[in-house]
């Protein structure tokens, strides 16, 4: 996120001759306009409220490329003043782009001059500003008229009688101007701000230079949050945010008075802070009055009968894809075992030969599927604002005989829906039932021995001290491991202690589901580079690496296809979490604790934390439950004790745990927001990569 406050070039007021003052201002008595202060007016006579301007957005015809791919065509947006706006749209379709558009004002989405917008994208820059006086300063008006006051209050009464003027500005507008931007409390305003967002009072005063990455997003939005622009335009706030920080937003911006628009995959967010929603689809912006919920509910239960008539659809073609996943994985294993890769091929490439469950369930379901794609799309033709329209006059005349008919047959869809949606439940919920018993079955036969569920229930609490499992021996030669957590069969979801013997190599390998990695003991070398003891490594799905083993042997904590496709990261990332890292950070709720925040993306959040010995504390669990590995030392909590490598993991059933680390304190790897989030599904990837 960055607060990127209008960012448009602004020219040099022509009055080049004249000094410069303290105050920005060009000879002192003439009025400045918002150009030559290079911020927006939004108070005294000049602000929009004042000269009656419209604070409604309406920009048509607006065309947007990224690089030479065409986003936007002749797409209409619609901004009323006070509105909260959710923008969606599928991945990829262009609405950070649009966002970013908006805010630059490069003229792709002309936006009134008049309008403060500020754009929460990427991080602060860090520097020796303390955190709360940052906040302060983005409001370039107020820093303004405080500069102004300054030097008025300073300026001697010339004799002429006449009140003196800073750019236009006397001492009595400065002080009304002031007031109308809630300079009194302002600093309270920011602290409250900056407290909800999770900073200390303490951290208030650091200076920023001082946070992570994260944090300093944190700052970017709290600027914006303060300085209230006209537009706020948020792209995926909830990122950076932990889930008070999030509800502290939602309630925050409950009371937002000005125009909003955000962009966020978290629907629960979108639900609770949007009343409209905007959707970028086939590059125009769509409209709905109504929040996320709304337009796409999440259950049937009290739901209009067309709504749940396309949540049936969508139902449908999912449980058939699973049907013939589940179908297509049981055949392939039981035929050719999972070595032979021209089969593996095939099977991938002609799936309906392999599936006797989809030809036996499949022929009638499909027929009904067919039909009732065929109801919908006729229905939410002449539903409001879910269709493109109705065919105009000259084409209806030589439109087929069926799309004639077509307000009959719409009509009797929607009469026939609640029947047909009764009905299709019934059925769908038994199909996946059978689906998902016959999976089950399958899984737990002698067919599919390679088989593996070792606590690999995410919403089961447990806790491994791996010093009381053994190591296994595996087929590459030199290398054992110690079985964590694991769901699959030769490809799995997998968290595994590794040990490599002394200067070991391996061929080259794909990380099909992508690879996690923590050096614990000895150095690994890759294509990379060279990854010692303390470091924590990132290779994302479809990267590739060489490794070889270091002269004293390597021992790893390795999570392996547990990333997703839907968050993109680059091939590689490591970094360094020994002591020498200068971003460790003290945490103030509990003393002796520090804390390294690594990775965070919306799927899942990695940090590090640094325990003295023998300290006690009450630590919060995020909700979505969170994954601790011992690295050094040990620390006890209701789990039990939690020994050098233990592993554990707490579902998110208790909220809040006492921890007290051991005699040697401890380093832990700490990871949340994973245990719900998606991931690569493991069940397809049983077919061995076609290449
Ligand atoms: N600078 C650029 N040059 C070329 N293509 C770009 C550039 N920036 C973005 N794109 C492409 O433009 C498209 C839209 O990207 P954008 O990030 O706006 O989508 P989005 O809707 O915000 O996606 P997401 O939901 O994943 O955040 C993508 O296909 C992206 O690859
Ligand atoms: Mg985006």
């Known amino acids: 996120m960055g607060r990127r406050q209008d960012t448009k070039k602004r020219e040099a007021p022509k009055a080049s001759s004249k000094k410069k003052d303290a105050t920005g201002g060009y000879g002192k008595t003439e009025r400045l306009s918002a150009d030559a202060l290079g911020f927006q007016i939004r108070t005294g006579p000049d602000a929009p409220s004042k000269t009656g301007a419209s604070m409604d957005i309406e920009v048509s015809e607006i065309v947007v490329f990224a690089g030479k791919q065409e986003l936007l065509y002749n797409a209409t947006l619609r901004l009323a003043q006070g509105h909260k706006y959710g923008l969606i749209g599928r991945n990829g379709v262009g609405k950070s782009t ?52 300054q030097e008025l209050l300073e300026k001697e009464d010339d004799g002429s009688g006449q009140e003196p003027k800073v750019g236009g500005v006397g001492l009595m507008e400065v002080y009304e101007r002031l007031e109308e931007l809630g300079n009194d409390d302002a600093e309270a305003r920011a602290a409250v701000i900056l407290a909800g967002l999770g900073f200390s009072g303490e951290d208030q005063q650091r200076p920023t230079r001082e946070f992570s990455g994260g944090w300093r997003m944190r700052i970017a939005l709290a600027q914006s949050l303060f300085v209230q622009p006209d537009l706020l335009l948020l792209d995926e706030p909830t990122n950076h945010l932990d889930v008070h920080a999030v509800t502290w937003l939602e309630e925050f911006l409950k009371t937002w008075e000005k125009t909003v628009v955000v962009v966020s995959h978290d629907r629960c967010f979108l639900n609770n802070t949007t009343s ?17 919920e709304t337009l796409f509910p999440s259950s049937s239960k009290g739901k209009s009968e067309p709504c749940k008539f396309l949540v049936l659809v969508v139902r449908s073609v999912l449980l058939a894809r699973r049907l013939l996943q589940v179908a297509n994985l049981k055949q392939f294993i039981q035929r050719f075992g999972q070595g032979h890769k021209k089969m593996a091929k095939q099977a991938s490439l002609r799936p309906w030969a392999y599936c006797p469950l989809m030809t036996r369930i499949g022929r009638v379901q499909a027929l009904c599927y067919t039909l009732l794609l065929l109801l919908a799309a006729v229905t939410l033709k002449e539903l409001p604002g879910l269709g493109p329209g109705t065919l105009r006059r000259g084409e209806m005349s030589r439109a087929p005989r069926l799309l004639r008919i077509r307000p009959v047959l719409a009509l009797t869809s929607v009469a026939a829906a609640p029947l047909v949606v009764r009905r299709f439940d019934r059925s769908f919920a038994r199909c996946e039932n059978r689906a998902e018993q016959s999976l089950d079955q399958f899984l737990k036969s002698s067919k599919a021995q390679q088989w593996i569920e070792l606590n690999s229930d995410k919403s089961q609490s447990c806790l491994v001290n791996t010093d009381s499992v053994d190591w296994i021996e595996t087929a590459a030669g030199g290398v054992r491991r110690k079985m964590i957590e694991r769901l699959g069969g030769e490809v799995a979801r997998a968290t595994t202690v590794v040990n490599f013997q002394p200067n070991a190599s391996f061929p080259a390998h794909v990380h099909r589901g992508g690879e996690e990695f923590l050096v614990l003991q000895g150095d690994w070398y890759d294509d990379w580079a060279t990854q010692p003891a303390y470091t924590y490594v990132r290779n994302y799905i479809g990267s590739k690496h060489t490794p070889r083993i270091g002269p004293k042997g390597c021992t790893i904590l390795v999570k392996l296809c547990q990333m997703s496709e839907q968050h993109k990261e680059p091939d590689h990332s490591q970094w360094d979490i020994s002591e020498s890292n200068t971003n460790w950070r003290v945490c103030s709720s509990i003393s002796g604790r520090r804390l390294l925040n690594v990775f965070e993306s919306p799927l899942e959040e990695v940090h590090f934390e640094r325990w003295q010995p023998n300290q006690s504390g009450d630590v919060d669990i995020p909700e979505t439950g969170e994954e601790v590995f011992v690295i050094e030392g040990s620390f006890a909590d209701e789990l039990g004790e939690h020994r050098t490598w233990s592993w554990s993991r707490n579902a998110g059933d208790k909220q809040r745990l006492k921890r007290t680390s051991g005699p040697q304190g401890c380093l832990l790897y700490v990871k949340s927001r994973h245990l719900r989030s998606p991931e690569v599904d493991i069940a397809a990837m049983q077919t061995p990569a076609s290449s």
């Open 98 to 149: 649009l966002l970013r558009a908006m805010a630059e004002r490069d003229g792709r989405v002309p936006i009134p001059q008049h309008f403060m917008i500020m754009h929460v994208e990427q991080e602060i820059k860090g520097d020796d500003t303390a955190v709360l006086q940052s906040v302060l300063q983005a409001d370039q008006e107020r820093e303004w008229l405080l500069k102004v006051e």
């Open 276 to 292: 409209n929603t905007v959707f970028l689809h086939r590059k125009r912006l769509w409209y709905y009055g109504g929040n996320y």
